[in-house]
């Protein structure tokens, strides 16, 4: 069984990977990612906001800032293997060890180029929140194990 976990903003139950207006004159586009969940098993389908990153893409585990981690992160860290679709790309990856120091900041950075408010959510929380690369050739990196480390 697979499960979409789709925004509020679409309610018609459809799902698009195609950018996605987030406010006034911004637009950023937006991913799917798949993973399974870490007590049922199922595959649920997740979009989220990404940026460029050489052949690879930025994604950011912020959940608006929430205190816990978005429930796709959680997932990824039980089982790493996840599914990625951008436009018509499609590729598998897993998620190794988050990246930390000079290489987290520069995603970080990278980051809020494509969505500002994050900085904002990382305000609201006390957590540090997880950012990552997904790569068509490689792995989700810096996305899975970050909770393991705590």
């Known amino acids: 069984m697979l499960t979409a976990i789709f925004p509020a903003a ?39 906001y990404y940026g460029k990153a050489g052949d690879g893409y930025i994604v950011v585990a912020s959940k608006g800032g929430a205190p816990q981690h978005p429930n796709w992160y959680r997932n990824l860290v039980t089982n790493p293997e996840v599914d990625v679709q951008v436009g018509t790309e499609k590729f598998k990856a897993r998620g190794p060890d988050p990246p930390t120091g000079e290489e987290r900041a520069r995603l970080w950075q990278e980051a809020l180029k494509f969505w500002p408010p994050y900085a904002d959510y990382q305000k609201k929380t006390e957590r540090e929140i997880p950012v990552g690369r997904a790569n068509p050739s490689a792995d989700i990196d810096g996305i899975a194990n970050a909770l393991q480390r705590r």
């Open 10 to 48: 679409a309610p018609t139950g459809t799902c698009s990977n195609r950018p996605s207006r987030a406010g006034p004159d911004m637009t950023v586009p937006s991913l799917l990612l798949t993973t399974t969940g870490r007590k049922s098993g199922q595959k649920f389908i997740f979009p989220l």
